[in-house]
């Protein structure tokens, strides 16, 4: 088991900036592509950003390129998703994953454990 705790979210003004964490236990941190997604009301959960066991490779939503960073410290099992430029669309809840694989990608189907979501509000 792996669980995941994610802390950072928050209500912020369109154009302003968020970081997010995700805190992992229970298992070898370093096993594990490491992700976040979100889900808006009335929507389907949907892929943000991913990063690879080994944090050298990354993947990023289209909507989100050149906006959101994500990162990983396996000194802390812990994963961030640094979110700049923040829009009104953005607002969602946002889940930390896990998946023990290898490669980079996630997708919602692949995903092995979730956090329990932060809100995410951005206001125009």
């Known amino acids: 088991q792996v669980q995941l705790v994610e802390s950072g979210g928050g209500l912020v003004q369109a154009g302003g900036s968020l970081r997010l964490s995700c805190a992992a236990s229970?298992?070898?941190?370093?096993?594990?592509?490491m992700g976040w997604f979100r889900q808006a009301p009335g929507k389907e959960r949907e892929f943000v950003a991913s990063i690879s066991r080994s944090g050298g490779s990354t993947s990023y939503a289209d909507s989100v390129k050149g906006r959101f960073t994500i990162s990983r410290d396996t000194a802390k099992n812990t994963v961030y998703l640094q979110m700049n430029s923040l829009k009104p669309e953005d607002t969602a809840v946002y889940y930390c994953?896990?998946?023990?694989?290898?490669?980079?990608?996630?997708?919602?189907?692949?995903?092995?454990?979730w956090g329990q979501g932060t809100q995410v509000t951005v206001s125009a």
């Open positions: 229970g298992r070898t941190f370093s096993n594990y592509v």
């Open positions: 994953a896990a998946a023990q694989r290898y490669g980079f990608t996630l997708a919602v189907a692949t995903v092995d454990y």
